[in-house]
């Protein structure tokens, strides 16, 4: 009989939980009436809304818990009641009737019972707000997506702090056409490659993005001269980069293209695609000293290994044995995939790094980057060397390669 007043308590203890959780699981208030808003509000408003999933759920999980130990409780309370009402109780006649010794069990098995549908009420929660916090962020991810399909609609100038007054002056031009349809194409369209927006009257370097035929778009370096738009396809400058990569990173490219990088491969290709193109090569030595070279080249696809198309003069200088008057084709090489023109060894294995090797020892703009000239000749060899300008120990120490379509082509 003493445990009456404990079992009341508990049954007063449920009943208020099963009011709140009731409380909880009433329908929200319909949504307010849509309204346009910045993407600022939206990522907000996700935000809110997937903390808001965390914390009913945090809230569902604890009243679980507590439900778990009142439940072991009154279970234990339901044994010791039994035992001691057994012992204790006076002995009766067989046909008198024990209300005493009835109503402690019928008291447990009501409490059991309300238990086990506030639990089935707690898993069916739980599984919504599992559900709700799914779809929330499934929602974050279509914001998130949208946000960069709208960053692609016109090209993005990203130089540091000059990309929104580029952007002012872009669009304003496009505003001023006359013909509508003209309009909606200039939008949609990225340019080809750095000449376009050069012929488009772009004067500012940074980063844009292109679309050359048949291509993805993609994120581009674009140095502006006075004779045109140059899209920068390797940089070197503090080793920041490892380039001693296999075949598919030269293939599609690697690095930052504000800092380190290579474009890739087939990059280069789709810029380039038949046109005939120029490559310059920019070289520094640690002394001060400059060196810039251009000349005339094409570039094959994945079937040709990237062959380089040089003339006879040029061919000579990247280390051809052998150069006809119509030039050279010159494939590249990476330690996984031997295409050079040694037939002995590997150069890209025996050196470092990923480049259209001729016999190893005239050029490797993509070499181990050495802050000081190492001791060890046969280390130096592995470096980033042009042999006709420092010669083929002197680790260069920074690179530039750019490439530009011809003149007569880029005007047609």
């Known amino acids: ?229 140059w899209t920068v396809i390797q940089r070197r400058q503090d080793g920041s980069v490892d380039f001693n990569q296999p075949w598919e990173a030269y293939k599609a490219g690697f690095g930052d293209p504000q800092g380190e990088f290579w474009l890739g491969l087939e990059k280069v290709h789709r810029i380039l695609g038949d046109r005939g193109s120029r490559l310059a090569v920019q070289l520094h030595d640690w002394e001060g000293h400059a060196e810039s070279l251009q000349f005339p080249v094409h570039l094959g696809g994945e079937d040709t290994a990237y062959s380089l198309q040089l003339t006879a003069p040029v061919a000579s200088e990247l280390g051809a044995t052998t150069v006809v008057p119509s030039g050279l084709s010159l494939p590249f090489s990476t330690w996984d995939q031997d295409h050079d023109l040694r037939g002995d060894k590997n150069c890209a294995k025996s050196l470092s790094g990923g480049w259209w090797f001729g016999t190893c020892g005239h050029s490797n703009l993509n070499g181990q980057y050495f802050r000081s000239i190492p001791h060890q000749r046969q280390q130096r060899k592995k470096g980033i060397f042009w042999k006709t300008w420092r010669g083929r120990y002197y680790p260069l120490q920074a690179t530039t390669m750019l490439i530009r379509p011809t003149e007569t082509e880029a005007a047609s």
Do not use: Y
Request: proline share 9%.
């Open 1 to 229: 009989m003493r445990r009456a007043p404990t079992a009341s308590a508990a049954l007063m203890l449920c009943a208020a939980t099963a009011g709140l959780l009731s409380a909880q699981g009433r329908p929200a208030p319909p949504p307010a009436p849509p309204r346009f808003a910045s993407w600022d509000e939206v990522n907000v408003l996700a935000h809110g809304l997937l903390q808001l999933g965390h914390g009913l759920r945090e809230h569902v999980e604890r009243t679980r818990g507590q439900l778990g130990a009142l439940e072991r409780r009154l279970s234990a309370c339901g044994a010791a009641c039994k035992d001691s009402g057994g012992s204790a109780a006076p002995p009766r006649a067989p046909d008198g009737p024990g209300p005493s010794g009835e109503a402690v069990p019928d008291t447990l098995r009501s409490l059991q019972t309300q238990l086990k549908t506030q639990n089935s009420r707690i898993e069916h929660l739980v599984h919504k707000v599992a559900q709700q916090q799914r779809h929330l962020e499934k929602q974050h991810l279509k914001i998130q997506n949208l946000q960069s399909q709208v960053g692609l609609l016109v090209p993005t100038h990203l130089d540091h702090g000059m990309a929104k007054p580029a952007r002012k002056k872009r669009l304003p031009k496009t505003v001023q056409l006359g013909d509508p349809a003209h309009n909606i194409s200039r939008l949609r369209r990225l340019p080809r490659d750095c000449q376009e927006l050069f012929d488009e009257g772009e004067r500012q370097s940074g980063l844009f993005q292109i679309q050359p035929q048949e291509s993805p778009p993609f994120l581009v370096n674009c140095k502006m001269t006075s004779d045109g738009g």
